[in-house]
């Protein structure tokens, strides 16, 4: 028996080819918002510690941001996992860093991430049917 296909795995993991246009479009920006998910992470660590510790906790933020990504969520995931629970992982992966910025007084870039993410989630889901 097959496992559901999740709503957010690419159909040929890692290729455009024979997507459309559109989807070819939402599924570069989704690779640059998962790029600044990173960044943020990094920005949000930076600001959690001093001294050269800073430079440990944005390292090692980047690192557990990606290795999550990469086990749960990536199109080629060594674990997958049903939709809902990617959206959900999604969701407080991209809240809870976007919420992070906010207070810490970056609330555009913030709010314009999550934004982002949100619609472009949609929009991939959408575009694959």
Known sequence: ???PRRVG???DAGSLEGASPALAVALIIRFLVELALLAGAGI???HAADGAWRWVAVGASVIVVAVLWGLFLSPKAAIPVPAVVALAMEAVLFLGVGAALFLL???APAVLGVVIWAVDR?????LRR
């Open 1 to 3: 028996m097959e496992a």
């Open 9 to 11: 795995a690419a159909r």
């Open 44 to 46: 949000v660590a930076a």
């Open 105 to 107: 007084g970056w609330g």
């Open 122 to 126: 949609a929009a991939v889901a959408v």
